[in-house]
């Protein structure tokens, strides 16, 4: 599937590896995608398969909160594990101690980061009028999303861009 072997050294030992074909280089945008809270820009997000040793795992988006006290579902991934980079604006980020279950919050400015390993409960809101978070990410996969409290996006109408009719989704 798009890959050769090739027989590689690494120090003493001598192993047999897949190597990914040589693929170009390409150009393309980003792509919005509305939230209740602002919207997303989904950057990249490479999904690595079952069995699979290439692509690297990856993912990386924009948070884009409109307003302030837009805020996200508290939710949790098993797998994915998020990195924020405050870009722009100031956000509260809850989240749960796993000792004793205390919800706890944080304020974070801009050039503050926040790791948030697997299975860590989370949930953001927009501080000041608007702000940006940019998130880098292991590969982020639709069935890893689990909701604990709904954000805007469970209870608020939501404005697509295309002008095709409205309603709560994601
Ligand atoms: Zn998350």
Redesign the pocket.
Known sequence: MGYNSATVRFGALTDTIPVRRLEKIWFSKGRDVPKGWGKEVHITNHIVLPGEQFPIGYSGKLLVYDRKGAVSSM???TV?H?TFYILKGEFIVWYYDPDNADIKHEITLEGDKVE?PPNNP?QVICKGNNGIIIEFASSDYAWDNYRIAKGDSQTKEIKRPCGCPTGKFE
């Open positions: 939710h949790f991934h994915k998020e948030i989370h």
